[in-house]
Protein backbone atom coordinates (compact mmCIF):
# COMPACT_ATOMS: atom_id res chain seq x y z
CA UNK A 1 0.00 0.00 0.00
CA UNK A 2 2.93 2.29 0.65
CA UNK A 3 4.30 1.69 -2.87
CA UNK A 4 0.77 2.65 -4.27
CA UNK A 5 0.69 5.62 -2.13
CA UNK A 6 4.45 6.35 -3.63
CA UNK A 7 3.44 5.96 -7.17
CA UNK A 8 0.27 7.79 -7.02
CA UNK A 9 2.23 10.97 -5.47
CA UNK A 10 4.83 10.90 -7.95
CA UNK A 11 2.48 9.93 -11.18
CA UNK A 12 0.29 13.17 -10.33
CA UNK A 13 3.18 15.29 -9.46
CA UNK A 14 2.56 16.09 -6.45
CA UNK A 15 5.98 15.75 -4.88
CA UNK A 16 8.96 14.22 -7.24
CA UNK A 17 11.00 11.55 -5.99
CA UNK A 18 13.38 13.48 -4.62
CA UNK A 19 11.21 15.17 -2.06
CA UNK A 20 10.25 11.77 -0.91
CA UNK A 21 12.17 9.89 1.54
CA UNK A 22 11.14 6.09 2.67
CA UNK A 23 12.28 3.80 5.85
CA UNK A 24 12.46 0.37 6.57
CA UNK A 25 13.93 -2.17 8.75
CA UNK A 26 13.95 -4.36 5.93
CA UNK A 27 17.53 -3.45 3.37
CA UNK A 28 15.42 -5.54 0.02
CA UNK A 29 12.67 -4.04 0.30
CA UNK A 30 14.06 -0.06 0.72
CA UNK A 31 16.32 -1.55 -2.65
CA UNK A 32 13.06 -2.39 -4.80
CA UNK A 33 11.31 0.45 -3.88
CA UNK A 34 13.98 3.02 -4.82
CA UNK A 35 14.96 0.77 -7.88
CA UNK A 36 11.05 0.94 -9.10
CA UNK A 37 10.33 5.09 -7.42
CA UNK A 38 13.43 6.80 -7.58
CA UNK A 39 13.04 7.65 -3.77
CA UNK A 40 15.36 8.37 -0.68
CA UNK A 41 15.43 5.83 1.19
CA UNK A 42 16.54 5.43 4.67
CA UNK A 43 16.86 2.49 7.68
CA UNK A 44 16.44 5.33 10.40
CA UNK A 45 12.83 6.28 11.37
CA UNK A 46 13.30 9.07 13.24
CA UNK A 47 15.70 10.62 10.37
CA UNK A 48 12.06 10.39 8.16
CA UNK A 49 10.04 11.92 10.65
CA UNK A 50 12.47 14.49 11.37
CA UNK A 51 12.38 15.65 7.89
CA UNK A 52 8.69 14.87 6.72
CA UNK A 53 5.98 17.49 6.17
CA UNK A 54 3.84 14.95 5.68
CA UNK A 55 4.22 11.37 7.67
CA UNK A 56 2.58 8.13 6.42
CA UNK A 57 2.43 5.41 8.83
CA UNK A 58 2.34 2.41 6.80
CA UNK A 59 2.87 -0.28 8.84
CA UNK A 60 0.74 -3.59 10.75
CA UNK A 61 -1.26 -2.72 13.82
CA UNK A 62 0.85 -5.09 15.97
CA UNK A 63 4.21 -2.69 14.86
CA UNK A 64 2.52 0.96 14.80
CA UNK A 65 3.09 1.49 18.97
CA UNK A 66 6.68 0.80 18.76
CA UNK A 67 7.05 3.31 15.87
CA UNK A 68 5.32 5.94 17.51
CA UNK A 69 7.18 5.11 20.20
CA UNK A 70 10.59 5.42 18.26
CA UNK A 71 9.64 8.60 16.78
CA UNK A 72 7.27 10.47 18.49
CA UNK A 73 9.86 12.90 19.68
CA UNK A 74 11.25 13.40 16.36
CA UNK A 75 7.76 14.19 14.40
CA UNK A 76 7.10 18.53 14.21
CA UNK A 77 4.19 19.89 15.73
CA UNK A 78 3.84 21.12 11.59
CA UNK A 79 3.90 17.99 10.62
CA UNK A 80 0.42 16.00 9.49
CA UNK A 81 0.38 12.50 10.18
CA UNK A 82 -1.27 9.94 7.77
CA UNK A 83 -2.23 6.74 9.32
CA UNK A 84 -3.57 3.65 7.42
CA UNK A 85 -3.09 2.07 9.94
CA UNK A 86 -6.16 -0.82 10.70
CA UNK A 87 -8.52 -0.44 13.35
CA UNK A 88 -6.31 2.37 15.10
CA UNK A 89 -8.23 5.08 15.99
CA UNK A 90 -6.98 8.65 16.16
CA UNK A 91 -7.59 8.81 20.13
CA UNK A 92 -5.38 5.52 20.77
CA UNK A 93 -2.81 7.03 17.92
CA UNK A 94 -3.17 10.14 19.70
CA UNK A 95 -2.29 8.89 23.08
CA UNK A 96 0.53 6.96 21.54
CA UNK A 97 2.33 10.40 20.72
CA UNK A 98 1.44 11.75 24.21
CA UNK A 99 0.18 15.24 22.67
CA UNK A 100 -1.85 16.90 20.22
CA UNK A 101 -1.14 16.06 16.63
CA UNK A 102 -2.45 17.14 13.26
CA UNK A 103 -3.61 13.25 12.24
CA UNK A 104 -5.70 11.89 9.13
CA UNK A 105 -6.98 8.33 9.51
CA UNK A 106 -7.26 6.58 6.34
CA UNK A 107 -8.58 3.27 5.26
CA UNK A 108 -7.61 2.67 1.91
CA UNK A 109 -7.83 -0.91 -0.21
CA UNK A 110 -5.80 -2.99 -2.56
CA UNK A 111 -7.26 -2.43 -6.04
CA UNK A 112 -5.27 1.31 -4.84
CA UNK A 113 -2.35 -1.30 -6.31
CA UNK A 114 -3.68 -0.58 -9.85
CA UNK A 115 -4.63 2.65 -9.60
CA UNK A 116 -8.53 2.06 -8.80
CA UNK A 117 -8.09 2.20 -4.74
CA UNK A 118 -10.89 3.25 -2.77
CA UNK A 119 -9.93 5.46 0.43
CA UNK A 120 -11.87 7.47 3.56
CA UNK A 121 -10.40 9.96 4.96
CA UNK A 122 -10.58 10.87 8.61
CA UNK A 123 -8.86 14.30 9.53
CA UNK A 124 -8.65 15.40 13.26
CA UNK A 125 -10.05 18.90 14.35
CA UNK A 126 -6.34 20.18 13.76
CA UNK A 127 -6.21 19.28 10.37
CA UNK A 128 -6.83 23.01 8.10
CA UNK A 129 -9.25 22.57 5.19
CA UNK A 130 -5.73 23.18 2.56
CA UNK A 131 -4.11 20.20 4.43
CA UNK A 132 -7.05 18.01 4.10
CA UNK A 133 -6.98 19.04 0.74
CA UNK A 134 -3.54 17.83 0.18
CA UNK A 135 -4.29 14.59 1.71
CA UNK A 136 -7.56 14.42 -0.76
CA UNK A 137 -5.43 15.16 -3.86
CA UNK A 138 -2.75 12.38 -2.69
CA UNK A 139 -5.80 9.51 -2.43
CA UNK A 140 -7.45 10.53 -5.43
CA UNK A 141 -3.97 10.32 -7.25
CA UNK A 142 -4.98 6.07 -6.94
CA UNK A 143 -8.25 6.16 -7.24
CA UNK A 144 -11.09 7.80 -5.15
CA UNK A 145 -11.62 9.13 -1.85
CA UNK A 146 -14.14 10.51 0.13
CA UNK A 147 -14.38 12.36 3.62
CA UNK A 148 -15.67 10.01 6.16
CA UNK A 149 -16.71 10.75 9.92
CA UNK A 150 -14.61 8.43 12.40
CA UNK A 151 -17.80 6.73 13.38
CA UNK A 152 -17.98 5.11 10.30
CA UNK A 153 -15.07 3.36 9.68
CA UNK A 154 -15.37 -0.46 11.01
CA UNK A 155 -18.58 0.27 8.33
CA UNK A 156 -15.70 1.16 5.54
CA UNK A 157 -13.66 -1.91 6.60
CA UNK A 158 -16.96 -4.15 5.85
CA UNK A 159 -17.86 -2.40 2.08
CA UNK A 160 -13.93 -1.02 1.49
CA UNK A 161 -10.89 -2.62 3.08
CA UNK A 162 -12.09 -6.14 3.35
CA UNK A 163 -14.60 -6.05 -0.17
CA UNK A 164 -12.24 -6.79 -2.44
CA UNK A 165 -12.41 -10.39 -1.03
CA UNK A 166 -15.72 -10.94 -1.45
CA UNK A 167 -15.21 -9.80 -5.05
CA UNK A 168 -12.43 -12.21 -5.80
CA UNK A 169 -14.61 -14.75 -4.46
CA UNK A 170 -17.06 -14.25 -6.88
CA UNK A 171 -15.16 -13.40 -9.90
CA UNK A 172 -13.70 -17.34 -8.42
CA UNK A 173 -17.10 -18.77 -9.05
CA UNK A 174 -18.29 -17.22 -11.74
CA UNK A 175 -15.62 -18.29 -13.68
CA UNK A 176 -15.80 -21.81 -12.12
CA UNK A 177 -19.24 -22.05 -13.73
CA UNK A 178 -17.88 -20.68 -16.81
CA UNK A 179 -15.47 -23.44 -16.69
CA UNK A 180 -18.50 -26.46 -16.46
CA UNK A 181 -19.89 -24.87 -19.52
CA UNK A 182 -16.89 -25.34 -21.22
CA UNK A 183 -14.88 -22.31 -21.43
CA UNK A 184 -11.21 -22.44 -20.83
CA UNK A 185 -10.34 -21.18 -17.05
CA UNK A 186 -7.73 -18.48 -18.16
CA UNK A 187 -10.39 -17.07 -20.70
CA UNK A 188 -13.17 -17.32 -18.18
CA UNK A 189 -11.70 -14.95 -15.79
CA UNK A 190 -11.20 -12.46 -18.11
CA UNK A 191 -14.84 -12.46 -19.24
CA UNK A 192 -15.83 -12.57 -15.40
CA UNK A 193 -13.46 -9.86 -14.17
CA UNK A 194 -14.68 -7.20 -16.64
CA UNK A 195 -17.89 -8.14 -15.81
CA UNK A 196 -17.47 -6.80 -12.50
CA UNK A 197 -15.71 -3.88 -13.83
CA UNK A 198 -17.81 -2.51 -16.17
CA UNK A 199 -21.04 -3.10 -13.80
CA UNK A 200 -18.82 -1.56 -11.48
CA UNK A 201 -18.64 1.63 -13.70
CA UNK A 202 -22.46 1.81 -14.41
CA UNK A 203 -23.34 2.28 -10.77
CA UNK A 204 -20.44 4.97 -10.68
CA UNK A 205 -20.94 6.81 -13.90
CA UNK A 206 -25.24 6.00 -14.76
CA UNK A 207 -26.02 6.90 -10.81
CA UNK A 208 -28.87 4.50 -11.09
CA UNK A 209 -29.95 2.54 -8.48
CA UNK A 210 -28.39 -0.49 -8.73
CA UNK A 211 -31.91 -2.68 -8.02
CA UNK A 212 -32.69 -0.25 -11.96
CA UNK A 213 -29.52 -1.60 -13.36
CA UNK A 214 -30.21 -5.19 -12.35
CA UNK A 215 -33.80 -5.38 -13.64
CA UNK A 216 -32.17 -3.57 -17.27
CA UNK A 217 -30.24 -7.04 -17.38
CA UNK A 218 -33.67 -9.08 -16.54
CA UNK A 219 -35.71 -9.87 -19.58
CA UNK A 220 -39.18 -11.38 -19.56
CA UNK A 221 -38.95 -15.09 -18.95
CA UNK A 222 -35.09 -14.76 -19.87
CA UNK A 223 -31.62 -16.62 -18.89
CA UNK A 224 -31.08 -13.49 -15.96
CA UNK A 225 -33.99 -13.63 -14.06
CA UNK A 226 -33.97 -17.26 -13.52
CA UNK A 227 -30.06 -16.76 -12.28
CA UNK A 228 -31.28 -14.31 -9.98
CA UNK A 229 -34.29 -16.73 -8.43
CA UNK A 230 -31.52 -19.26 -7.82
CA UNK A 231 -29.25 -16.30 -5.92
CA UNK A 232 -32.61 -15.08 -3.95
CA UNK A 233 -33.15 -18.79 -3.07
CA UNK A 234 -29.98 -19.30 -1.93
CA UNK A 235 -29.66 -15.84 0.48
CA UNK A 236 -27.02 -14.35 -1.51
CA UNK A 237 -27.92 -10.96 -0.90
CA UNK A 238 -28.45 -12.02 2.73
CA UNK A 239 -24.94 -13.88 2.89
CA UNK A 240 -23.30 -10.57 1.71
CA UNK A 241 -24.96 -8.59 4.59
CA UNK A 242 -24.38 -11.06 7.01
CA UNK A 243 -20.66 -11.64 6.11
CA UNK A 244 -20.72 -7.73 6.38
CA UNK A 245 -21.98 -7.56 9.80
CA UNK A 246 -19.06 -9.92 11.01
CA UNK A 247 -16.32 -7.73 9.45
CA UNK A 248 -17.78 -4.75 11.05
CA UNK A 249 -17.70 -6.41 14.62
CA UNK A 250 -14.38 -7.54 14.18
CA UNK A 251 -13.38 -4.52 13.26
CA UNK A 252 -14.93 -3.21 16.12
CA UNK A 253 -13.17 -5.89 18.40
CA UNK A 254 -9.51 -4.51 16.76
CA UNK A 255 -10.33 -0.97 18.23
CA UNK A 256 -10.98 -1.88 21.65
CA UNK A 257 -7.13 -3.76 21.84
Do not use: W
Not at 75 to 91: D, F, L, M, P
Not at 102 to 109: D, E, G, H, I, T
Not at 158 to 168: E, K, R
Amino acid sequence: MGGAIIGGIINARIAAPSDILVSDANPSALAKISAEYGVNTTNDNKETAEKSDILFLCVKPQFVYFVINEIKDSVSENTVIVSIVAGQSIEALTDAFGRDIKLVRVMPNTPALVGEGMSAVSPNKNISSSESAVIEQIFNSFGKCEIVPENLMDAVTAVNGSSPAYVFMMIEAMADAAVMGGMPRSQAYTFAAQAVMGSAKMVLETGKHPGELKDMVCSPAGTTIDAVAVLESEGFRYAMIKAMAACMEKSKELGKK
